[in-house]
C-alpha cells in the first residue's frame, strides 16, 4: 500500500491513463478525487473504485477554468482533510490528425494552449498553495509527452507538452525548499485511450484498432504500444514515498522511442 491514506486527485479520471491512475492509487490506500469534465465518466471511476472497495469522490471540472480547478482542490480538502498528491494528467490532442502547423486556426491553438498548458499551470498553482497553507509538503505529477520531446505527435499539441515539461522543471525547484515534489510523464503513442478519437481517429472497429496499435508498436524498440496501465504504474511509483528524492524528472514511457 504506497499510498496508504494518502489524499489524490487525479484529472482527467473518466478515461485512459486518468482512470488507470486513478484505480492503482486507490488500490494503494489512496483516497481519490476522480475529476473530470465529463461528469458521467467521473462518476463511473469512483464508482469503480468504491465497489472494489476503495475510497473516492468524482468532481466535474474543466481544468482550462481557474475556478474550478480551485473547486476541485477545494473537494479534495472538504472530503478529506487535506491534498497530498495532485496528479495533472488532462491532454487533449492536435484536433483533426495529421493535421500541420499551418492546419491549425486560432480557434485549435488557443484550446490546445487553454487545456495542455493552462490546466496544468492552474492545477500546480492552487496545488502549491494548497501545500504551503497546510505545511508538509506535497507532489505534483504532470502528463507531459514524447511530444515535447522530440517533434512528434503535432507541432501545437507537442509545443503545450514542452511548455508542462518546463514548468515542471520550474515547479519542483521552487517547491523543493518546501518539500514539494514535481515530475512529469512522458508517454508515446497510445492506441487504446480516448486520446485517438478525441483526435479525430475510428477506432470502432477492433481490426483497425489492432491495425494501428501495431503500428504504433512498431515504432517502440521494445515492439509494443504504450498503454494506459504502463502509465498507471510509473505514476504510483513517482507520487509514493519510494520516489522521495526524484523531483523535476521528465519520465518517458515510450518502449525506448526516445533513446532511439
Ligand atoms: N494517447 C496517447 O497517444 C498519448 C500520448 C502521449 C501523451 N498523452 C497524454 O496522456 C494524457 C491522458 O490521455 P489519454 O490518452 O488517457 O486520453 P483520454 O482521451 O482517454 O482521456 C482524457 C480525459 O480527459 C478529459 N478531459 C478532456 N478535456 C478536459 C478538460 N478541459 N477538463 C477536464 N477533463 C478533460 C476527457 O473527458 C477524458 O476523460 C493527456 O495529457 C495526453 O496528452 C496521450
Not at 466535474?60 to 474550478?68: L, P, T
Not at 487545456?115 to 508538509?136: D, E, W
Not at 515492439?223 to 507520487?239: K, M, Q, S
Request: with cysteine; glycine share 14%; proline share 4%.
Amino acid at each position: 500500500m504506497l499510498l496508504q491514506d494518502k489524499s489524490a486527485i487525479v484529472t482527467g479520471a473518466g478515461s485512459g491513463v486518468g482512470r488507470a491512475s486513478a484505480l492503482r492509487f486507490a488500490a494503494e490506500g489512496a483516497r481519490v478525487v476522480c475529476a473530470d469534465i465529463d461528469a458521467d465518466a467521473a462518476k463511473q471511476t469512483a464508482d469503480l473504485i468504491e465497489t472494489a472497495g476503495g475510497t473516492a469522490v468524482p468532481a466535474a471540472a474543466d481544468v482550462s477554468r481557474e475556478d474550478q480547478v480551485q473547486g476541485m482542490i477545494e473537494t479534495a480538502a472538504g472530503q478529506f482533510g487535506r491534498l497530498d498528491i495532485l496528479f495533472n494528467n488532462v491532454g487533449v490532442p492536435t484536433p483533426r490528425l495529421g493535421a500541420k502547423l499551418e492546419d491549425h486556426t486560432l480557434e485549435d491553438f488557443q484550446r490546445l494552449v487553454a487545456v495542455n498548458f493552462g490546466g496544468v499551470f492552474f492545477g500546480c498553482k492552487h496545488a502549491v498553495l494548497r501545500f504551503k497553507q497546510q505545511g508538509g509538503g506535497g507532489v505534483i505529477l504532470n502528463t507531459g509527452s514524447v511530444a515535447g520531446l522530440v517533434a512528434w505527435g503535432g507541432s501545437v499539441y507537442g509545443a503545450t507538452k514542452g511548455a508542462v515539461h518546463q514548468l515542471t522543471r520550474a515547479v519542483a525547484i521552487e517547491g523543493a525548499p518546501f518539500g514539494i515534489r514535481a515530475n512529469a510523464l512522458c508517454p508515446a503513442g497510445m492506441p487504446y485511450t480516448g486520446f485517438m478519437a478525441a483526435g479525430g481517429l475510428t477506432l470502432a472497429d477492433p481490426a483497425h484498432l489492432a491495425a494501428a496499435a501495431e503500428k504504433v508498436g512498431a515504432a517502440h524498440p521494445l515492439g509494443r504500444p504504450i498503454t494506459a496501465e504502463d502509465c498507471a504504474e510509473a505514476a504510483v511509483f513517482l507520487v509514493s514515498d519510494r520516489a522521495a528524492n526524484i523531483t523535476g524528472v521528465l519520465l518517458p514511457v515510450d518502449g525506448g522511442y526516445v533513446a532511439k
